[in-house]
C-alpha cells in the first residue's frame, strides 16, 4: 500500500495494487496545474485509491478528464480521464514516500519546456507512450 496527501495534511490517501504507467508528463495542462516544468504520476485502478481523511474537490481541466486537487492549499493530486474509467493517476510528489514509485519513462516531451534538459536516460514519448516514437 501506498499512502499519501496534500501539502496541508487536510486530505489524505491509500493506493492500493500494483502502480503501473509511471511516467513524467511534459503536457501544458500538467505544467500549469502543478506550476512545474513537469510532473511525476503513476497510475492505480480506480477501485484501490481511497480517500482516507477529507475531501478531495475536483473540475475539469480538459474535455477529456477530471483533476482532484486539496481545496485548502491546492496540492494536485489526481487525474481521472473520461475514457480510462478503470485507472486513475496519481501524483508521485504526494506520496509520503515517492521514492517507492520511481519514473519509468518520460511522455509528452513534445510540449517540454526548451530550458529544461532530460539526461536521465530513460525512454521519451513526444506525446503518449502508446503512440511510440520513443527514445531510450
Do not use: K
Amino acid at each position: 500500500m501506498l499512502t499519501g496527501g496534500c501539502h496541508c495534511g487536510a486530505v489524505r490517501y491509500e493506493a492500493h495494487g500494483t502502480p503501473f504507467n509511471t511516467t513524467i508528463c511534459h503536457c501544458e495542462d500538467c505544467r500549469r496545474v502543478a506550476g512545474s516544468p513537469c510532473v511525476a504520476w503513476f497510475s492505480v485502478a480506480r477501485v484501490d485509491l481511497r480517500v482516507v481523511r477529507g475531501e478531495m474537490r475536483h473540475y475539469a481541466s480538459s474535455p477529456r478528464a477530471m483533476r482532484g486537487f486539496c481545496a485548502a492549499c491546492g496540492t494536485p493530486m489526481t487525474f481521472a480521464a473520461h475514457d480510462l474509467l478503470e485507472e486513475i493517476d496519481v501524483t508521485t510528489a504526494s506520496l509520503d514516500e515517492p521514492d517507492r514509485v520511481p519514473p519509468a519513462d518520460h511522455t509528452r516531451t513534445a510540449a517540454r519546456i526548451s530550458w529544461l534538459h532530460v539526461s536521465d536516460g530513460l525512454p521519451a514519448y513526444p506525446g503518449s507512450r502508446e503512440d511510440g516514437q520513443g527514445r531510450g
